[in-house]
């Protein structure tokens, strides 16, 4: 019972006044499995995230892509900080820490935020109500992204044909070409900008059936 | 007897408010239940979270403790909302149901 006491010892003070003896009886009455155990693990977390249980749901997640983008400056300042003749590294590890962390910070950040919005948005206890006034913002920032990127394309394309020796450089991210950092961006930007529109129909489309089922 | 698993949709609250639907229960006998009638075993940091959450709704009440063990049982809101949840299910199953009997 050892292990069980201390994971319970993770909990908050509250908790343990309110649960442990109960929660430490019912561990009694089966052997505690690996599962069980991370299981607990992350129960003491959500916890400690929520000492008022029931009040703010799993929003916590919503700061995840602050903290993602939080990452993704300070690595940017780092790379800037190294980037100096004199720092000593060969051009294999200027190449690999530059574009490898750079690109790998950004996508690892895009991927993290996104599923941490989602979760907190399937598990949340935001009410209908305040979920359907999301679909308002929801279609403006649908929009705005459609408007975005058919205004870096019409750039890119004026960019090309009015300073073409701009345009074939290598002064893209991180020292990549040009061109194909335009290309890059276009690309993710139509992309996310799909996803956006395909949810979008899928959740005025689930929207719309809900209504009919409950009239 | 023959279970089917919830998927996605094993809520756990939903879970232990079908499970107190039947009688008060302590911990333990939720989650026993809960693997009988759905094949789903909800881990302790699950079963108490979510308690804990019905609780400060409203949706369930603790009875007087036997021995360590807690009893928990639906209160009139927990009662409510259940049935409208699962009107709400069984709406759009019969939606579901009639659609596909007409494929």
Known sequence: MKIQHALLHLYPRSWRERYEDEVLAMLEQRSLSFTDGVNLLFGALDAQLHPH?????????????????AVFLGTTLFLEAIDHPGNNLSPVWQIFLHRGLFFGVLITAAIVSTGAVCFAVVRSEISEKLLRFAVLPFILATISMALILAATIIWGLGLRDGAPQLFAGNDGIVGTSTTGTWLSIVIVMAIATLLAVISLLRGLSARSALRTATA | MDTFNLGRFSDPPILILASLAGSPKHGYAIMEDIEAFAGIHLGPGTLYGAIARLETQGLIEPLPAEE????????????????????????????????????
Request: hydrophobic content about 45%.
């Open chain 1, 53 to 69: 249980l029931g009040t703010n749901g799993p929003l916590f997640l919503l700061t995840v892509p602050i903290l993602a983008f």
């Open chain 2, 68 to 103: 360590r063990r807690r009893p928990y049982r639906l209160t009139a809101s927990g009662v409510a909302f259940l049935q409208k949840q699962l009107t709400g299910l069984e709406t759009f199953a019969s939606m579901g149901l009639q659609r596909l009997a007409s494929i």
